[in-house]
């Protein structure tokens, strides 16, 4: 046997083994995790936990001050006569209300549409034999980040459909399904465009920089700048970790790939006119919106951030994937009638059996959570925290993302968040000298990275249902696990920029520098 050959051997053994060290700690997240009982349990048993916790901390007699309104704020024992009759009156209420379930099951309608005509399927076919390989995981991570404009639509479309696209590619579904997933979530602290959650963080950020600056004025742009090279940023490590990382370690995909024969004649047409279609209800939107006292806009104010079309986005949704979903199916014969139409919309509603159990016991511990106040308990002392921390300049403001990554993994809404946050961080940071941006910035960075990893993100159940869809033993542990190299990197990479844009004095945004005038 040859020396040539035995080192070649050597070498391969070698990478085998550095890359099982590498990944032995995920694989042991994952082997942990999945041990765990099912989603739908654990939520039940964290339903129960907060509870048992809400009677402990409420005898200890723990409170907090709310730093927006000055009251006190204390727990609230769920074990009280009064907090049971809550626990039993509210059930209902808590899974109907649940802000993730009306947006999954009316975007659904629409995709259910589009899907059983086959629209997704010839649209996936097409983009298969027609994107460049090599920028499709790119691609898809710029696509979750521009979903932020659509508000949490993201979370219901973009991600199963990464997965799909990854299977069509003969590439491992949940790779996708991450891929997405990172620039959705783990991205939701950047934008190339204005989205939805800018007016909301800078109002706050406002009503707190009045304390010390009464006449100080903040836009939703202040923090562009810094944004759109962040999306650019996340796009290129997102697409690194899920091809260096995470595909790896997925390894090969055992299911059934969706498989893509050549498009059709008639398929070409039916996407031809579906297309126009879509044209055509983006111009009727656009119509409806973009003039001056156009019928949905705001009818007091004008305004388009805070209107009837910006409310019922997902509305738009439903259209935007009915419409064509119609006119394809009525080209290719796969609709009929009607009664096909409804048929469609009935299959896409049975493929969510499993997502209603999870959302219900989920929605019954994060409401229990909610009522209790022991998240905005954390949330507040873990805030308090960091101020007794005598740091100044970069490493307060690394500091400052590190808490709030913390602190997300316990509270998912960033507007509740920031609401506690604002009003004692930046009146702080700005007798410090630096402007009300740079402390929203490294508040939405830190409140970015964890969202992959933390079961308190409102959608994290449904990404748990839709990884079961190729991997019936996939859990908690197995999203955890893979989301965690995106988690990772995406700190490393955004303390980084983070870093550089202080250190150069770099604008963050429309009118607003590092530091105050």
């Not at 907060?50 to 309104?69: E, Q, R, W």
């Not at 009525?330 to 139409?341: A, L, M, Q, R, T």
């Not at 308990?377 to 590190?402: C, Y």
């Not at 908690?476 to 965690?484: E, H, K, Q």
Request: charged share 15%; glycine share 8%; proline share 5%.
């Amino acid at each position: 046997m040859s020396k040539s050959f035995l080192r070649k051997i050597f070498k391969r053994k070698k990478k085998i083994n550095e890359r099982s060290l590498s990944l032995r700690i995920l694989d042991g997240i994952e082997k942990v995790g999945n041990k765990l009982p099912h989603p739908a349990t654990l939520f039940a048993l964290c339903a129960l936990g907060t509870v048992i916790l809400s009677f402990i901390i409420n005898k200890l007699g723990i409170t907090a001050i709310h730093p927006g309104t000055g009251k006190e704020i204390a727990i609230v024992n769920l074990l009280s006569p009064e907090g049971f009759r809550y626990m039993f009156s509210s059930a209902t209420d808590n899974f109907v209300k649940f802000p993730p379930l009306g947006i999954v099951i009316v975007a659904m309608i629409g995709i259910g549409v589009a899907e059983g005509s086959g629209l997704i399927t010839a649209s996936i076919k097409h983009m298969v034999t027609a994107a460049p390989k090599r920028l499709v995981t790119a691609t898809i991570v710029a696509a979750g980040i521009l979903s932020h404009l659509a508000s949490s639509v993201g979370y219901v479309v973009l991600i199963p459909l990464g997965a799909l696209v990854f299977a069509g590619f003969k590439r491992h579904p949940i790779a996708g399904l991450a891929a997405a997933f990172c620039g959705v979530s783990a991205g939701f602290g950047a934008n190339f465009l204005i989205g939805s959650i800018d007016p909301i963080l800078a109002g706050l950020s406002e009503s707190a920089a009045n304390i010390i600056d009464p006449a100080m004025k903040l836009t939703p742009a202040i923090n562009i700048y810094f944004m759109v090279i962040s999306a650019i940023m996340i796009t290129i490590v997102g697409t690194w970790v899920t091809e260096k990382f995470v595909e790896p370690r997925l390894g090969e995909y055992h299911g059934e790939f969706e498989t893509f024969e050549k498009i059709q004649p008639i398929e070409k047409k039916g996407l031809k006119w579906a297309g126009i279609s879509v044209l055509l209800t983006i111009i009727l939107f656009l119509f409806l919106t973009v003039p001056e006292n156009a019928i949905l806009r705001d009818p007091e104010t004008n305004s388009l951030l805070k209107s009837p079309f910006m409310s019922g986005l997902i509305t738009a949704i439903l259209i935007v994937f009915f419409i064509p979903g119609l006119v394809y199916g009525s080209i290719v014969g796969s609709i009929k009638n009607d009664k096909d139409v409804v048929k469609y919309m009935i299959e896409s509603m049975k493929n969510l059996s499993s997502y209603l159990i999870l959302v219900f016991f989920a929605a019954q511990f994060v409401y229990y959570f909610k009522e209790s106040n022991i998240g905005v308990l954390i949330a507040i002392k873990g805030a308090e925290l960091l101020t007794t921390v005598g740091f100044t300049g970069i490493g307060l403001f690394l500091a400052f993302v590190i808490v709030s990554a913390f602190i997300n993994m316990f509270m998912g809404s960033a507007s509740a968040k920031w609401a506690i946050m604002a009003p004692i961080f930046i009146p702080m940071f700005m007798i410090l000298g630096y402007h009300p941006a740079l402390t929203q910035v490294a508040f939405r960075i830190g409140d970015s990275v964890t969202n992959v990893i933390t079961p308190m993100m409102s959608y994290f159940a449904l990404i748990v249902a839709f990884a079961q869809k190729y991997d019936k033993n996939a859990g908690i542990g197995t999203i955890i696990a893979t989301m965690l190299p995106y988690t990772f990197f995406l700190t490393i990479a955004w303390l980084i920029l983070l870093i550089i844009w202080m250190a150069f004095g770099i604008p963050l945004g429309i009118d607003a520098p590092i530091h105050l005038p």
